[in-house]
């Protein structure tokens, strides 16, 4: 599956905070997502059979609202021939806030990702799940709990946790018995604790090496048993110097899963903050060392993206959305890569005082 865009997912993210930002003032909402590939005209002819329905609406003014909010997407609807590639989401109804005033608005988005899901709904809020779904990050990340008698692997992409394998290590139960039983005893048990922390990371390695997009790996489990598997399982260099974060956990299998991923929250979010700080201090440092390769000032930049000569777009959230969006056009003519930041860190305060709005320069422009 493709991955948005910058521009891409500060459009959706708009759109979806500003969809989210009405409510009806009655059930006269309507949300209709259309799959990719499903029949068009079959959504149409569900629609036409739901505004005959709404006739048996009782308040007068819900009726014509919802009515005419059918009748505005199925017009919609017939500037279509064919579905688009990635499905169609289209929302409409009566979104002023007074009482007795009509202001029915329509939306009609191509989604950027192939829509999966067949909705229609009429409700007081518009349904914004799989919209939103598609704003998660596109990250992969590996996932391991380890424990003494099980483990579980599995894999974080985007917001979606999926169990790989469960496997269990057969090391019994402690002994009751005293003397030299019991040291005998306990030295079976760590050999096969140290057996069994190999075989996951064998099966680690049989799963993640080869993956690539492997943004980092989380990994969960009872004290001391994570910190012995990082000692003692020989994990290759290769993954164990993707390992982000290491947090205490009981449980396993894919509950124990979602309660690791939910507890690294915050290790996920840094990694974003991170990607941020990268290209602005690539920028302020080329910025004071090679000028001549540096752009900023809409202007200038502009100017710059008509010539061809920028590699890298660096465009602040806080900039009109009409603008980001024109500029990602002239970006997307060029072959130039977007990155988004935020104001939430020193740098982007920064990058922000300049006038949000910059560029790293594949060649030296001469005015």
Same mark, same amino acid.
């Given at each position: 599956?493709?991955?948005?865009?910058?521009?891409?997912?500060f /459009?959706?993210?708009?759109?979806?905070?500003?969809?989210?930002?009405?409510? %009806?003032?009655?059930t006269?909402?309507?949300t209709?997502?259309?799959?990719?590939?499903?029949?068009i005209?079959? &959504?149409?002819?569900q629609?036409?059979?739901?505004?005959?329905?709404? !006739?048996?609406?009782?308040?007068?003014?819900?009726?014509?609202?919802?009515?005419? *909010?059918?009748?505005?997407?199925?017009?919609?609807?017939?500037?279509?021939?064919?579905?688009?590639?990635?499905?169609?989401?289209?929302?409409?109804?009566?979104?002023?806030?007074? /009482?007795?005033?009509?202001?029915?608005?329509?939306?009609?988005?191509?989604?950027?990702?192939?829509?999966?899901?067949?909705?229609?709904?009429?409700?007081?809020?518009?349904?914004?799940?799989?919209?939103?779904?598609?704003?998660?990050?596109? /990250?992969?990340?590996?996932?391991?709990?380890?424990?003494?008698?099980?483990?579980?692997?599995?894999?974080?992409?985007?917001?979606?946790?999926?169990l790989?394998?469960?496997?269990?290590?057969?090391?019994?139960?402690?002994?009751?018995? +005293?003397?030299?039983?019991?040291?005998?005893?306990?030295?079976?048990?760590?050999?096969?604790?140290?057996e069994?922390?190999?075989?996951?990371?064998?099966?680690?390695?049989?799963?993640?090496?080869?993956?690539?997009?492997?943004?980092?790996?989380?990994?969960?489990?009872?004290?001391?048993?994570?910190?012995?598997?990082?000692?003692?399982?020989?994990?290759?260099?290769?993954?164990?110097?993707?390992?982000? *974060?290491?947090?205490?956990?009981?449980? !396993?299998?894919l509950? +124990?899963?979602?309660?690791?991923?939910?507890?690294?929250?915050? &290790?996920l979010?840094?990694?974003?903050?991170?990607?941020?700080?990268?290209? =602005?201090?690539?920028?302020?440092e080329? =910025?004071?060392?090679?000028?001549?390769?540096?752009?900023?000032?809409?202007?200038e930049?502009?100017?710059?993206?008509?010539?061809?000569?920028?590699?890298?777009?660096?465009?602040?959230?806080?900039?009109?959305?009409?603008?980001?969006?024109?500029? %990602?056009?002239? *970006?997307?003519?060029?072959?130039?890569?977007?990155?988004? &930041?935020?104001?939430?860190?020193?740098?982007?305060?920064?990058?922000?005082?300049?006038?949000?709005?910059?560029?790293?320069?594949?060649?030296?422009?001469?005015?």
């Amino acid at each position: 599956m493709a991955k948005l865009s910058e521009t891409q997912k500060f /459009e959706l993210e708009g759109l979806v905070e500003e969809l989210e930002g009405y409510k %009806g003032r009655h059930t006269e909402l309507i949300t209709v997502y259309v799959p990719a590939g499903f029949n068009i005209n079959q &959504v149409s002819k569900q629609l036409e059979d739901e505004k005959g329905t709404a !006739t048996n609406i009782k308040s007068n003014a819900t009726r014509k609202n919802v009515i005419n *909010a059918l009748e505005k997407v199925i017009r919609k609807l017939k500037e279509y021939k064919r579905t688009p590639a990635n499905g169609l989401a289209i929302f409409s109804g009566n979104v002023s806030s007074v /009482e007795g005033k009509e202001d029915l608005q329509i939306w009609a988005i191509e989604p950027p990702k192939k829509m999966k899901v067949r909705i229609y709904r009429c409700d007081q809020t518009f349904v914004m799940e799989p919209l939103s779904e598609m704003l998660a990050s596109d /990250e992969v990340y590996a996932l391991l709990i380890i424990e003494r008698n099980e483990a579980s692997i599995g894999i974080l992409d985007g917001k979606h946790v999926r169990l790989l394998q469960n496997m269990t290590s057969g090391i019994p139960g402690k002994t009751r018995a +005293g003397g030299q039983s019991s040291q005998r005893f306990h030295r079976i048990r760590e050999s096969m604790a140290k057996e069994f922390f190999k075989r996951v990371a064998e099966h680690m390695k049989n799963e993640f090496f080869e993956m690539k997009d492997i943004k980092g790996i989380l990994i969960g489990g009872p004290i001391p048993t994570k910190e012995e598997f990082l000692e003692q399982s020989q994990l290759v260099t290769e993954l164990k110097n993707k390992v982000l *974060a290491v947090k205490d956990l009981g449980g !396993t299998g894919l509950p +124990g899963l979602i309660d690791l991923v939910n507890l690294c929250e915050d &290790v996920l979010a840094e990694q974003e903050v991170t990607k941020q700080k990268r290209i =602005l201090d690539e920028f302020f440092e080329r =910025l004071a060392k090679d000028p001549d390769k540096v752009t900023y000032g809409e202007a200038e930049v502009v100017d710059r993206l008509n010539r061809g000569a920028v590699d890298k777009l660096i465009l602040s959230k806080t900039l009109d959305k009409k603008k980001i969006k024109d500029l %990602g056009k002239l *970006a997307k003519g060029s072959s130039t890569t977007i990155h988004m &930041v935020t104001n939430e860190t020193p740098e982007g305060v920064q990058f922000d005082n300049l006038g949000g709005v910059g560029g790293l320069l594949r060649f030296m422009v001469v005015d």
